[in-house]
């Protein structure tokens, strides 16, 4: 199969994966229990009120026709609106669309190479004190929780030194010193876990690629050892990492939704997390639609790459 | 702002992680370090200075320079800035600055000091008010403010078309007219003892009704115009609203150019921010208010609210439906230990089912229900009375305990279902969300639930919320609410005379001006109530504001509605 039928194959599959995401939150969210009028209105509400607004938002209809009108308003790309908000969806998600994209991409940029760097190190180092100290330190990423770190961060460079805002943010557009000052410790949060995994992945991969026959056979040959590395090993140690590198969107998703709490980053992940406190269904199935076009893109890309680096997957 | 620290010692930083850790965990299980319930009404606050302040000279008053922007922190956002149709109580407050009242109450809560309102109310008969304001008010908009923009505030929110949720607040009011252009005319439908209070909040403020009619009641939400010290200028939704300064405030002149109230919903950020000099104002978490006493250059206040938090008993099924039971549950927790667990030293113990600040303003027999209602713990007396309820032998299934994922509430929960074990009772604690929590009270499908609500300082807040009989509200209930989330659920199962006659003294007091008839009338209402025992309650809030020495001329409090600039300060930040 060529790479161009390939790419189309893979792209139309993405159809059937977003109808089932959406049928998913639907269904996951109206299974929740409570209900959004009730939080909305909250303790001694007006019946009247209450009534009017369940009538008014369609709660009232039965589940299968609620569904078949959320789909029909969402194939005409409507995300409805919000119900604590009483604001379009699309229009609240753009809004907070560049801080979440800033702080993610410049995390990943920042996460993927020294992971790359450390672990091609560390396997370089096999079992030497370099290895050691960086499985150290990417066990300590891996392990430290964001919402910890995040508050340490905090701590040490704006309350002790004084060196860094403490939240906030600035869009880089407007005033790049500023921007990079507040998104400074957002992305060092962000980035260790995922420095950490990457990191682990490339490490496991460069030592099992170096223990491998046609190494040996590098070396008896004379090769440098930085050729055998970089050249030889390094890029047949990609291959296993791409899907990895792909697979990690997910959890920078999830990531910034705590990082934009702690450092009151008006992102799409406070947005979604405080939808899913007041069970604001809109929010809840625009973003989870929304992140997921955004998880399937990554997704669609790695399968791509894979296919471009080994031809043979085409043909699976 | 505050002194900039650079140097940096391990155990400072030892005992501060520590501290942080701990608010951490706290976060976790939505204690403390998070966001906490809001559990309606409109919170008021009473307060007390924490020490640690430098009071406002005469010679630093002589410095103050014009501009300045204050930065003041909120953990949540607003939905809509349109006093009409906004049910956040932060937003509220923080609409004074923005819209103003025809009443305001004076700094301790004890008169309704004329606002837009040229003087007292006049009283034409037993439910005709009329109200003289003021002259040569403006809008921001520059329009004059008249009686017109008066009536059509209330008057819209009156309306059901438009669907207010404040109209169940006003509901009191039949219509208000213009009886002159600096003169309106208040209609109740009944003699209403809250009528001022209800005046001199943001429920009641008035808005420009030329902008609001022009733009619509949504883009006025996004785009605010009224007469207050500060205009609407910028919302930059989950970051921050800003404010700049009314030039022709009737009042006076506000000295700080802008107002900025960022919203950080961590309150250990908020903290940092406040030392570190990136906000003027913050709320201080419990666990770092010893650091915050050591800083040079912030002064606090504890404030406490008017709200009232508890365990209520689902006396709607066994073997709650026992009076003797739910007062054996009295006997099995210390009053005091609970609190400890719960707020610590922010909190106070509640009487008669309000803050320990309602029982002293009106002052109720609260030490006597202390000693009636209150008993000390007694596991032997706790026994005796499960026994003459048939329950000597324990009980046959698992109680269910249900409780929010906030450390004040599930503490509580926590030390009863250990005070039911040593009895040989056994309970779960369970963890709900808020539309759980919600549903469960709707539904009764509970043993113990927690109660929090945010009433006010008038007994009113307490009990019409709490302990009305919801069926006889106008309209009464749709047949699938059980509880409909009163705390009053006795009402279906003892349906009696006698808590009729609360359900009616309960509305009749809204209706009597007379203060001491009316403090009569909530005495016979909570001595009914806690003699059933339908709670274990146990505090009201307490929360540390802190504020920057740099702004002068600023106190917060707990009647003031906002304390930058009104009839008794005019803040400024010290250059």
């Known amino acids: ?316 | 702002m505050t002194d900039k620290r650079t140097n940096f010692d391990r155990r400072r930083f030892l005992a501060t992680s520590g501290l942080l850790g701990g608010s951490v965990l706290a976060g976790c299980t939505g204690g403390d370090g998070g966001q906490e319930t809001t559990t309606g009404g409109a919170g008021t606050t009473t307060a007390e200075s924490m020490g640690g302040g430098t009071e406002t000279t005469e010679e630093q008053q002589q410095n103050v320079q014009g501009g300045g922007t204050f930065i003041g922190t909120t953990a949540e956002d607003a939905t809509t800035l349109d006093p009409r149709m906004n049910e956040l109580a932060w937003v509220n407050g923080f609409l004074h600055y923005i819209f103003d009242t025809l009443y305001l109450p004076s700094p301790d809560g004890k008169k309704f000091v004329p606002h837009l309102a040229k003087e007292q109310p006049k009283q034409q008969d037993d439910t005709t008010f009329v109200i003289p304001l003021k002259e040569g008010v403006t809008f921001h908009n520059g329009d004059e403010l008249t009686a017109e923009d008066v009536a059509y505030s209330i008057n819209w929110m009156l309306d059901p078309a438009n669907k207010s949720p404040n109209k169940a607040n006003l509901d009191f009011i039949d219509t208000v007219e213009a009886s002159g252009k600096y003169e309106a005319t208040f209609n109740l439908k009944y003699p209403f003892a809250l009528f001022q209070l209800v005046l001199s909040g943001m429920n009641a403020g008035i808005v420009s009704k030329s902008a609001a009619e022009q733009k619509g009641q949504k883009k006025f939400g996004q785009d605010p115009v009224g007469s207050g010290p500060f205009a609407f200028d910028k919302h930059v939704s989950s970051s921050h609203i800003d404010l700049a300064r009314n030039e022709d405030y009737f009042l006076k002149k506000p000295n700080l150019g802008k107002v900025r109230m960022r919203i950080i919903p961590k309150p250990q950020v908020q903290f940092v921010e406040l030392a570190s000099g990136g906000v003027h104002q913050a709320t201080v978490p419990k666990n770092l208010i010893g650091k915050a006493k050591s800083e040079q250059g912030i002064k606090m206040k504890r404030i406490s609210h008017f709200d009232y938090n508890g365990l209520i008993f689902n006396s709607m099924r066994k073997p709650f439906d026992n009076v003797k039971v739910r007062e054996a549950m009295q006997y099995l927790v210390d009053y005091d230990e609970i609190l400890k667990a719960t707020k610590g030293q922010l909190g106070k113990r509640s009487y008669g089912f309000m803050p320990k600040d309602v029982n002293k303003s009106w002052e109720f027999p609260w030490k006597e229900w202390k000693e009636k209602y209150y008993p000390a713990k007694d596991h032997q007396k706790a026994k005796q009375l499960l026994k003459e309820a048939g329950y000597g032998g324990g009980m046959d299934k698992t109680l269910k305990i249900s409780s929010l994922a906030s450390s004040k509430f599930k503490n509580m929960a926590i030390i009863l279902q250990k005070e039911l074990k040593k009895v040989g009772i056994e309970a779960n604690v369970r963890e709900v969300t808020i539309g759980q929590w919600l549903t469960e009270l709707d539904s009764g499908e509970f043993d113990v639930n927690i109660y929090g609500w945010s009433g006010g300082q008038d007994p009113d807040g307490f009990y019409y919320y709490l302990f009305r009989d919801l069926r006889n509200d106008e309209g009464g209930m749709n047949d699938d609410v059980v509880g409909n989330a009163t705390a009053a659920y006795l009402y279906q199962t003892q349906d009696s005379d006698k808590l009729q006659k609360v359900d009616e003294t309960i509305r009749q007091a809204r209706r009597t001006n007379d203060r001491a008839e009316r403090k009569k009338m909530y005495i016979d209402a909570a001595e009914t109530w806690q003699s059933l025992y339908p709670h274990i309650p146990v505090f009201s809030e307490q929360a540390v504001t802190g504020w920057s020495k740099d702004v002068k001329d600023y106190e917060p409090s707990a009647f003031t509605q906002q304390p930058l600039c009104n009839e008794w300060s005019n803040a400024y930040i010290q250059k």
């Open chain 1, 1 to 316: 199969m060529s790479l161009y039928r390939y790419t189309i194959r893979r792209t139309l599959q993405i159809i059937p994966v977003l109808l089932g995401v959406f049928t998913l939150t639907f269904v996951m969210v109206h299974a929740l229990p409570g209900n959004p009028v009730r939080i909305y209105l909250g303790l001694n509400p007006s019946q009247a009120l209450a009534d009017e607004l369940i009538k008014r938002y369609g709660f009232d209809q039965p589940l299968w026709k609620q569904y078949l009108d959320y789909l029909w308003r969402l194939l005409q790309f409507d995300l409805g609106e919000s119900f604590m908000r009483k604001r379009p969806v699309t229009g609240l998600m753009l809004e907070r669309m560049g801080p979440t994209v800033v702080l993610m991409g410049l995390s990943y940029v920042i996460a993927l190479p020294t992971a790359l760097l450390l672990g091609v190190y560390s396997a370089a180092k096999h079992n030497e004190l370099g290895d050691h100290v960086s499985r150290f330190v990417g066990l300590a990423g891996l392990s430290t929780p964001n919402f910890w770190l995040g508050l340490m961060l905090i701590f040490l460079f704006a309350y002790e030194f004084n060196v860094l805002p403490a939240s906030g943010y600035v869009s880089p557009l407007k005033d790049p010193v500023a921007a990079a000052k507040h998104l400074v410790l957002p992305i060092i949060t962000l980035a260790t876990a995922q420095t950490a995994t990457l990191m682990r992945m490339t490490r496991s991969s460069m030592v099992e690629e170096l223990s491998k026959d046609y190494v040996e056979t590098a070396r008896a040959y004379g090769l440098p050892e930085r050729r055998i590395l970089l050249r030889h090993a390094f890029r047949n140690a990609l291959l296993p990492l791409v899907t990895i590198i792909g697979l990690q969107l997910s959890f920078l998703l999830d990531g910034s939704v705590i990082v934009e709490s702690i450092f009151a980053i008006p992102g799409m992940g406070r947005l979604g997390y405080n939808g899913l406190l007041n069970q604001d269904y809109g929010v809840i199935i625009g973003l989870n639609i929304f992140f997921a076009v955004l998880f399937l893109t990554g997704v669609l890309l790695t399968d791509l790459a894979y296919a471009y680096i080994d031809p043979r997957i085409r043909y699976d």
